[in-house]
């Protein structure tokens, strides 16, 4: 199956944050598609995303299993969540996010970090 460069799977509640994703990743070239279970994910990994985004405040049981499938396919996973939420983001960190933020970092540093991701995926295709 071809790769679908350029692909973002995000599981956001968060109206302003899933519309601002979609906003910086088509400046970038790609695109998103918004999921909203693990079940949901692990379906689309076959398309081989650039990248996966988790709102860890929308997360449900059993997401730590689909970051681990995730990072099988060889898809980055980035997780974000409020700063003071220190036992998600450790959790995060523990079941393989390639990298864990702050709500207050994505909203700042969305594009330099979409663009990490989707340059990667122009690059590796």
Request: charged share 20%.
């Amino acid at each position: 199956m071809e790769a679908a460069v350029k692909t973002v799977l995000a599981w956001v509640d968060n109206l302003m944050f899933s519309v601002r994703i979609g906003e910086v990743a088509s400046a970038l070239g790609g695109h998103v598609i918004l999921v909203s279970s693990n079940e949901e994910i692990i379906e689309k990994l076959d398309i081989y995303p650039s990248l996966v985004i988790l709102d860890l405040t929308a997360v449900t049981e059993g997401w730590q299993k689909t970051v681990a499938q995730a990072r099988e396919t060889g898809v980055p996973v980035l997780a974000y969540g409020p700063h003071v939420d220190v036992d998600a983001r450790q959790a995060a960190e523990e079941a393989g996010c390639d990298e864990v933020v702050a709500n207050s970092k994505l909203r700042i540093d969305l594009p330099n970090l979409l663009a990490k991701y989707l340059t990667n995926a122009e690059a590796s295709y």
